[in-house]
């Protein structure tokens, strides 16, 4: 009994790779993509009249494929890299989190895409990035652009708010 309590456990590395986490979590978010994939092969077709854009099926098919695609390459590169395992998360996903509770609650009440630039602020200066220029790019231009990919290209309006009832009247 003593030499089974002296032997240390198998390495990680030793593992087959479908006990490792990093295939585990890529299988688990693959299988779920693939399943809401083919559900949307269901959807109805929408009339040409009736349609904004593009149709309502393409985008979530389009997004679900995106997260497939990105989930194989962040599962081939934790081939390379493995990931490290951590018993406590860092602060800065709990502030992230926090950052997502407080953008629902001013997208509820304010205004969509102040939300939207007030979460890429938060997110951007507690990954890290605390040059002032970079911060307002991302806070201004990348809710620009979201606004202009589904005003135009998606044809779907944001919900009214204190600066896109400035932009719609």
Same mark, same amino acid.
């Given at each position: 009994?003593?030499?089974?309590?002296?032997?240390?456990?198998?390495?990680?590395?030793?593992?087959?790779?479908?006990?490792?986490?990093?295939?585990?979590?890529?299988?688990?978010?693959?299988?779920?993509?693939?399943?809401?994939?083919?559900?949307?092969?269901?959807?109805?077709?929408?009339? #040409?009249?009736?349609?904004?854009? %593009?149709? $309502?099926? +393409? !985008?979530? *098919?389009? =997004?679900?494929?995106? @997260?497939? /695609?990105?989930?194989?390459?962040?599962?081939?590169?934790?081939?390379?890299? #493995?990931?490290?395992?951590?018993? %406590?998360? $860092?602060? +800065? !996903?709990? *502030?992230? =989190?926090?950052?997502? @509770?407080? /953008?629902?609650?001013?997208?509820?009440?304010?205004?969509?895409?102040?939300?939207?630039?007030?979460?890429?602020?938060?997110?951007?200066?507690?990954?890290?990035?605390?040059?002032?220029?970079?911060?307002?790019?991302?806070?201004?231009?990348?809710?620009?652009?979201?606004?202009?990919?589904?005003?135009?290209?998606?044809?779907?309006?944001?919900?009214?708010?204190?600066?896109?009832?400035?932009?719609?009247?």
């Amino acid at each position: 009994m003593k030499n089974v309590q002296n032997k240390k456990r198998a390495d990680a590395g030793s593992l087959p790779f479908f006990l490792k986490s990093s295939f585990k979590v890529s299988f688990i978010i693959i299988f779920v993509s693939l399943i809401l994939l083919f559900t949307t092969f269901s959807f109805d077709a929408v009339p #040409p009249i009736l349609n904004r854009g %593009i149709q $309502p099926a +393409t !985008f979530p *098919k389009g =997004l679900l494929v995106l @997260i497939i /695609f990105l989930t194989l390459i962040v599962y081939f590169l934790s081939l390379k890299n #493995p990931w490290k395992t951590e018993k %406590i998360l $860092p602060n +800065t !996903f709990f *502030k992230t =989190l926090y950052s997502f @509770i407080l /953008f629902i609650i001013i997208a509820k009440t304010l205004d969509f895409f102040l939300a939207i630039s007030l979460l890429s602020l938060l997110v951007a200066y507690f990954w890290g990035e605390t040059r002032i220029f970079y911060l307002f790019l991302v806070s201004i231009v990348f809710p620009c652009i979201v606004f202009v990919f589904f005003e135009t290209i998606l044809g779907l309006r944001f919900p009214s708010g204190i600066i896109t009832n400035i932009y719609y009247n």
